[in-house]
């Protein structure tokens, strides 16, 4: 009786070390798994940051300004507003 | 009976078998114990020869270990414009370290460094690699990716890269004052950088995690603000001025839109003294545009109305000094309007002394002009006041001198004198404006009062901000031209030129101020007068900016009734 309680405990410690052995495994890989998606995320947050800037960089006014007049555009005058119309007698 | 003798030969094996273990026992476990024995001594005496060789082994010197903040960095967060567009971010960029240690050849790599990054000397990089038992030197911080490649193709032994943020400005100069600059570990250093640090809003980071923060959100436009520079570097040139500087603010919350100072700066690059910001970092003697704020004393304080008649001919004496007039005017007794028309120092002076030292100052310093202020956590520089407020001073305060401001505080306080006569504080960030406590500093009455002269200044034919009218804007504003203070008195040659407007003139939504420093005579100016300088930069400034600002021009302007003076018209008496 006490044999085979004994043999139970012991296969059921055996069992648990097993266990324990595996979920520390598996958390040792998931904590890499963790890490990896954060640099991951700190690179993709960081190409972002580059992109925005290369975006504002590309659209400064600076650089905008002789492409749009090489387009014949300039700068807004007052020849350029129309009279508005009051609301009701809006065409549809 | 067969049986019995099987027994003792069946015993015989049972009762042999353990005397034959007791016998082979000791002979075969010796050899074991012994050759464990043997393994742990050896172990041991490794560990005890280590121990002595150790001991016994030369050591150069006392070594002390340095730990340097290698990885320490600070995020920063971005600033953007009112409308959301980017201004300053932060982006990893690789920065070269060497551990000299590591290097075979230090001459070598020296050499052959300096050749792939041009700002250094092989001379210096010897130097910086000479103490070998540094395993850590800084080389390059924030280089290009392209440079970091050409680095890295050398394969030189003891040279690696970190990846660091770095705050980059891909507007370049465009409001380079505004925003400030960084040093190498990226913590502000002035401008609006600065303030961040001072606000707490960056924090120190490890690696490239970049802060969580929000955007710093500023009240200006980047349209806006590179329309105003364009327009004042073309005017600083046509007028051939030494420098240049000009600010639109919201009259009502103080939210500059557009600051520019010329010569520029480049946030990249630490600031230089000589291309400090004009319009906080140093104070001048505005001159005629401080008449503004004489007449609206007058008015405020019941000594005179629009019509009141002063003699201005005969000059002002005080004392051993007598004020005139430079022009030689209309010849008659002006009113206050007419003063403000034609510009008159005698006038002022008279109005000023009427006022009295004591009442100026209070009114000044009701308009916070008296008074250190900071643009948001940006010092401005402190006004200079006269060592003793005495007649003199007080007739000179009335027409802009012996009193020197910084530009951007007279700008917030001439918003206060037309918005309705709320006091408004400069501010750079959107939406700060509103939040803050609206004080009254001078009535409703009066701050009519003002537009209506300011307006008429451009409108009438003898007003000196003639030729700052725009068509549809109702621009009203006020000519100054202020003699710079040199060697043995104030110089005729050199002048800061200057007009402060606000538009549209009936219910003003922006004020600018412009300033040239030193402007030169030309073809079509030909006198260094602000009527004929500032007062047209600033139109052009007006047209250009306005519907940026998204204020439209209405064709049936009020208050004037004479069609404008085109900007190359004859130049009108200062």
Same mark, same amino acid.
């Given at each position: 009786?006490?044999?085979?309680?004994?043999?139970?405990?012991?296969?059921?410690?055996?069992?648990?070390?097993?266990?324990?052995?595996?979920?520390?495994?598996?958390?040792?890989?998931?904590?890499?798994?963790?890490?990896?998606?954060?640099?991951?995320?700190?690179?993709?947050?960081?190409?972002?940051?580059?992109?925005?800037?290369?975006?504002?960089?590309?659209?400064?006014?600076?650089?905008?300004?002789?492409?749009?007049?090489?387009?014949?555009?300039?700068?807004?005058?007052?020849?350029?507003?129309?009279?508005?119309?009051?609301?009701?007698?809006?065409?549809? | 009976?067969?049986?019995?003798?099987?027994?003792?030969?069946?015993?015989?094996?049972?009762?042999?078998?353990?005397?034959?273990?007791?016998?082979?026992?000791?002979?075969?476990?010796?050899? /074991?114990?012994?050759?464990?024995?043997?393994?742990?001594?050896?172990?041991?005496?490794?560990?005890?020869?280590?121990?002595?060789?150790? !001991?016994?082994?030369? &050591?150069?010197?006392? /070594?002390?270990?340095?730990?340097?903040?290698?990885?320490?960095?600070?995020?920063?967060?971005?600033?953007?414009?009112?409308?959301?567009?980017?201004?300053?971010?932060?982006? !990893?960029?690789?920065?070269?370290?060497?551990?000299?240690?590591?290097?075979? #050849?230090?001459?070598?790599?020296?050499?052959?460094?300096?050749?792939?990054?041009?700002?250094?000397?092989?001379?210096?990089?010897?130097?910086?690699?000479?103490?070998?038992?540094? =395993?850590?030197?800084?080389?390059?911080?924030?280089?290009?990716?392209?440079?970091? &490649?050409?680095?890295?193709?050398?394969?030189?032994?003891?040279?690696?890269? /970190?990846?660091?943020?770095?705050?980059?400005?891909?507007?370049?100069?465009? !409001?380079?004052?505004?925003?400030?600059?960084?040093?190498?570990?990226?913590?502000?250093?002035?401008?609006?950088?600065?303030?961040?640090?001072?606000?707490?809003?960056?924090?120190?980071?490890? *690696?490239?995690?970049?802060?969580?923060?929000?955007?710093?959100?500023?009240?200006?436009?980047?349209?806006?603000?590179?329309?105003?520079?364009?327009?004042?570097?073309?005017?600083?040139?046509?007028?051939?001025?030494?420098?240049?500087?000009?600010?639109?603010?919201?009259?009502?919350?103080?939210?500059?839109?557009?600051?520019?100072?010329?010569?520029?700066?480049?946030?990249?690059?630490?600031?230089?003294?000589?291309? !400090? #910001?004009?319009?906080?970092?140093?104070?001048?003697?505005?001159?005629?545009?401080?008449?503004?704020?004489?007449?609206?004393?007058?008015?405020?304080?019941?000594?005179?109305?629009?019509?009141?008649?002063?003699?201005?001919?005969?000059?002002?004496?005080?004392?051993?000094?007598?004020?005139? #007039?430079?022009?030689?005017?209309?010849?008659?007794?002006?009113?206050?309007?007419?003063?403000?028309?034609?510009?008159?120092?005698?006038?002022?002076?008279?109005?000023?002394?009427?006022?009295?030292?004591?009442?100026?100052?209070?009114?000044?310093?009701?308009?916070?002009?008296? #008074?250190?202020?900071?643009?948001?956590?940006?010092?401005?520089?402190?006004?200079?006041?006269?060592?003793?407020?005495?007649?003199?001073?007080?007739?000179?305060?009335?027409?802009?001198?012996?009193?020197?401001?910084?530009?951007?505080?007279?700008?917030?306080?001439?918003?206060?004198?037309?918005? *309705?006569?709320?006091?408004?504080?400069?501010?750079?960030?959107?939406?700060?404006?509103?939040?803050?406590?609206?004080?009254?500093?001078?009535?409703?009455?009066?701050?009519?009062?003002?537009?209506?002269?300011?307006?008429?200044?451009?409108?009438?034919?003898?007003?000196?901000?003639?030729?700052?009218?725009?068509?549809?804007?109702?621009?009203?504003?006020?000519?100054?031209?202020?003699?710079?203070?040199? =060697?043995?008195?104030? &110089?005729?040659?050199?002048?800061?030129?200057?007009?402060?407007?606000?538009?549209?003139?009936?219910?003003?939504?922006?004020?600018?101020?412009?300033?040239?420093?030193?402007?030169?005579?030309?073809?079509?100016?030909?006198?260094?007068?602000?009527?004929?300088?500032?007062?047209?930069?600033?139109?052009?400034?007006?047209?250009?900016?306005?519907?940026?600002?998204?204020?439209?021009?209405?064709?049936?302007?009020?208050?004037?009734?004479?069609?404008?003076?085109?900007?190359?018209?004859?130049?009108?008496? &200062?």
């Amino acid at each position: 009786m006490l044999r085979a309680l004994n043999t139970v405990l012991m296969l059921v410690t055996l069992a648990s070390a097993v266990g324990l052995y595996v979920v520390k495994y598996d958390t040792r890989r998931l904590e890499a798994r963790v890490q990896a998606q954060e640099r991951a995320l700190e690179k993709a947050e960081n190409d972002v940051a580059v992109l925005m800037a290369e975006r504002a960089y590309l659209a400064r006014p600076e650089r905008l300004e002789p492409l749009a007049r090489a387009l014949g555009l300039g700068p807004l005058s007052r020849h350029n507003y129309a009279a508005q119309a009051p609301a009701g007698e809006r065409q549809p | 009976m067969p049986a019995p003798p099987t027994q003792p030969r069946a015993r015989a094996p049972v009762q042999s078998a353990p005397r034959a273990s007791a016998t082979a026992g000791p002979v075969n476990l010796r050899p /074991r114990l012994l050759a464990a024995l043997g393994v742990l001594l050896a172990a041991l005496g490794v560990v005890s020869g280590q121990l002595v060789r150790l !001991a016994m082994k030369e &050591q150069p010197e006392a /070594r002390v270990s340095m730990a340097e903040p290698i990885a320490r960095i600070w995020s920063r967060p971005d600033i953007v414009d009112r409308h959301g567009r980017l201004i300053a971010t932060d982006v !990893a960029t690789p920065s070269l370290y060497a551990d000299p240690h590591l290097m075979l #050849d230090i001459d070598e790599a020296a050499e052959k460094l300096a050749e792939v990054l041009p700002n250094f000397e092989a001379a210096e990089l010897r130097r910086l690699f000479a103490d070998r038992n540094r =395993r850590f030197v800084w080389v390059a911080r924030g280089l290009a990716p392209r440079q970091a &490649q050409r680095v890295h193709e050398l394969g030189l032994p003891g040279l690696a890269f /970190r990846s660091e943020l770095k705050r980059v400005y891909p507007l370049g100069t465009l !409001a380079g004052h505004v925003i400030g600059s960084v040093n190498t570990d990226n913590r502000g250093i002035s401008g609006l950088e600065r303030m961040l640090d001072a606000a707490g809003r960056v924090e120190a980071v490890q *690696g490239l995690a970049r802060t969580s923060g929000p955007a710093l959100r500023l009240s200006i436009d980047i349209a806006a603000q590179h329309a105003l520079t364009q327009e004042l570097k073309s005017a600083k040139e046509r007028y051939r001025a030494a420098a240049a500087a000009a600010v639109i603010l919201d009259a009502g919350t103080g939210e500059i839109a557009a600051a520019v100072s010329l010569p520029e700066v480049d946030p990249a690059h630490w600031l230089d003294t000589a291309r !400090a #910001d004009r319009l906080v970092a140093g104070v001048y003697e505005l001159g005629s545009i401080f008449k503004v704020v004489t007449v609206a004393a007058g008015l405020e304080l019941g000594v005179a109305d629009l019509d009141k008649v002063y003699d201005v001919r005969q000059g002002l004496a005080i004392g051993q000094y007598t004020i005139k #007039d430079p022009g030689s005017g209309p010849g008659r007794p002006l009113s206050v309007r007419e003063i403000f028309l034609h510009s008159s120092n005698v006038g002022a002076a008279l109005l000023a002394q009427e006022i009295g030292a004591e009442r100026q100052r209070a009114f000044l310093a009701r308009l916070g002009l008296t #008074d250190t202020s900071r643009l948001d956590l940006i010092p401005i520089a402190n006004p200079l006041l006269p060592r003793q407020w005495g007649a003199i001073e007080t007739a000179t305060i009335g027409f802009g001198h012996g009193l020197a401001l910084a530009p951007l505080q007279f700008a917030g306080a001439f918003a206060s004198l037309v918005n *309705g006569g709320l006091m408004v504080t400069p501010t750079l960030l959107a939406g700060e404006g509103e939040a803050k406590a609206q004080t009254r500093v001078v009535s409703a009455a009066t701050s009519e009062r003002i537009r209506e002269v300011l307006r008429l200044n451009v409108t009438h034919a003898s007003g000196t901000g003639r030729r700052a009218e725009v068509e549809g804007y109702r621009v009203g504003g006020k000519t100054g031209t202020a003699e710079m203070p040199g =060697r043995g008195g104030y &110089q005729e040659k050199a002048v800061i030129s200057s007009f402060v407007a606000a538009f549209p003139m009936d219910a003003p939504r922006y004020v600018s101020l412009v300033l040239l420093f030193e402007p030169q005579t030309g073809e079509g100016t030909p006198r260094i007068v602000a009527s004929v300088n500032a007062g047209p930069a600033t139109a052009r400034i007006i047209e250009r900016v306005a519907p940026i600002l998204g204020v439209s021009p209405r064709s049936d302007a009020p208050g004037g009734g004479r069609a404008p003076a085109p900007f190359d018209a004859p130049a009108p008496a &200062q």
